[in-house]
Structure formats: C-alpha cells, structure tokens
Nanobody
Framework: QVQLAESGGGLVQAGGSLRLSCAAS????????MGWLRQAPGKEREFVSA????????VYADSVKGRFTISRDNAKNTMFLLMNSLKPEDTAVYYC???????????????WGQGTQVTVSS
C-alpha cells in the first residue's frame, strides 16, 4: 500500500507559478510510476503528467507541455510538479497518483491522494 498526500496548492495570478508536492508513505514507493491528474468544476478528471519510477521517462499533456515540470526525489519519497506561466484554465483540484507506468501515463492510477486546489485568477 502507498499513501499519498498533496500540498502546495493555492491562489495565484495568471502568469504566476506554484510548486505542488506529493509526499508518499508505505513500502516500495520508489517502485511505482507517479503522476498528476486534475479535475476542474463540471469537467472530467484529466491527465496532466507522469514520471517513471527512476525518473527517466516523463510525459505531459499537450495543454501543459513547456509550462509544467514533473520530478521526484525517491530518497525523500516525494514527487513535485512545478507549474509556470499559469493560466485561468489550469484552475482545478490536482491529484497525485501512483501506479504502473503503462497505465499511469494514460491516467489510470492505483493509489490516490485527496487532492489540492489550484486557483488561477485572470
């Protein structure tokens, strides 16, 4: 079992930056791929980014490519999402997830955090 807890969300103006963190606990955390999905009000949950267990493979949604950077520190059991040039359409609850790479990179995770709210004002 892996337990996940997100932090770092908040309110930011358009063009600003935020860094989300996902702290993991439980055995074998570093064996899992990790990722972020988000859900805006009235919309379905959508894939944002994923990173393989060793950090060598990364994938991003087209909507965030070039603006968001995913990373992980397995020694600290933590994953990050650095979000730059934020837009109002990035407003959503962001969820941390862990699972198998082939499933996670299409948004299917095995373990989930509770989510953290990101609000971008125009």
């Amino acid at each position: 079992q892996v337990q996940l807890a997100e932090s770092g969300g908040g309110l930011v103006q358009a063009g600003g930056s935020l860094r989300l963190s996902c702290a993991a606990s439980g055995r074998a955390y570093s064996m899992y791929a990790m990722g972020w999905l988000r859900q805006a009000p009235g919309k379905e949950r959508e894939f944002v980014s994923a990173i393989s267990w060793g950090g060598g493979r990364l994938v991003y949604a087209d909507s965030v490519k070039g603006r968001f950077t995913i990373s992980r520190d397995n020694a600290k059991n933590t994953m990050f999402l650095l979000m730059n040039s934020l837009k109002p359409e990035d407003t959503a609850v962001y969820y941390c997830t862990a699972g198998q790479w082939d499933r996670l990179r299409i948004g299917v995770g095995d373990y989930w955090g509770q989510g953290t709210q990101v609000t971008v004002s125009s």
